[in-house]
T-cell receptor, first 113, second 118 residues
Framework: GDSVTQMEGPVTLSEEAFLTINCTYTATGYPSLFWYVQYPGEGLQLLLKATKADDKGSNKGFEATYRKETTSFHLEKGSVQVSDSAVYFCALNYGGSQGNLIFGKGTKLSVKP | GAVVSQHPSRVICKSGTSVKIECRSLDFQATTMFWYRQFPKQSLMLMATSNEGSKATYEQGVEKDKFLINHASLTLSTLTVTSAHPEDSSFYIC??????????????FGQGTRLTVV
């Protein structure tokens, strides 16, 4: 079945460091891909998304490109801040009326000042 | 963006008791709500999907008599963990989709409920 694999955490970085969180997927069709972020004590929030191959999602300095050839959707940010400390989830779905999300395990990011 | 409120955020209950978790869409009509469960260091796993006014559809391996889901209105769904046991201790999170988000494939999440059964 469809699945999402993302790098294990936790990831600890210093402020202004470059961030990459790897995400690869297995899918039978052509899913939409998402990154969600969960800040401490809050629900998941959509960070960015891409709906077809070669699309790039971006938001708040984060970027991810839908790579069909490598079945990847890696999350990157050039310069992280302490406020980026959170758990990041990669996910996919097919949309439609019952388009539930298939999640990766989540990667905890801690950014130190 | 749309807001989903989940309550309570934390609950501790005794083994054998039942616990109800509420999920409300505050500023939109949620035609579909999803309930997920997250074990430590594991993915969020879909438990069930509920559509307003109809019975929930449970994922394989999820006991529907144990995890009662009610989606009585377009703004409220509840998950009741009946006769809770320590192995039910987990993080439960709901998400909701509106008629509008149907086309955008986006879902909006509550903040989650940490259930501890002692």
């Amino acid at each position: 079945g469809d699945s999402v694999t993302q790098m294990e955490g936790p990831v600890t970085l210093s402020e202004e460091a470059f961030l990459t969180i790897n995400c690869t997927y297995t899918a039978t069709g052509y899913p939409s891909l998402f990154w969600y972020v969960q800040y401490p004590g809050e629900g998941l929030q959509l960070l960015l998304k891409a709906t077809k191959a070669d699309d790039k999602g971006s938001n708040k300095g984060f970027e991810a490109t839908y790579r069909k050839e490598t079945t990847s959707f890696h999350l990157e940010k050039g310069s992280v801040q302490v406020s980026d400390s959170a758990v990041y989830f990669c996910a996919l779905n097919y949309g439609g009326s019952q388009g539930n999300l298939i999640f990766g395990k989540g990667t905890k990011l801690s950014v130190k000042p | 963006g749309a807001v989903v409120s989940q309550h309570p955020s934390r609950v501790i209950c005794k083994s054998g008791t039942s616990v109800k978790i509420e999920c409300r869409s505050l500023d939109f009509q949620a035609t579909t709500m999803f309930w997920y469960r997250q074990f430590p260091k594991q993915s969020l796993m879909l438990m069930a999907t509920s559509n307003e006014g109809s019975k929930a559809t449970y994922e394989q391996g999820v006991e529907k008599d144990k995890f009662l889901i009610n989606h009585a209105s377009l703004t409220l769904s509840t998950l009741t963990v009946t006769s809770a046991h320590p192995e039910d201790s987990s993080f439960y999170i709901c998400s909701a989709r509106s008629r509008e988000s149907f086309l955008n494939t986006e879902a909006f999440f509550g903040q989650g409920t940490r259930l501890t059964v002692v």
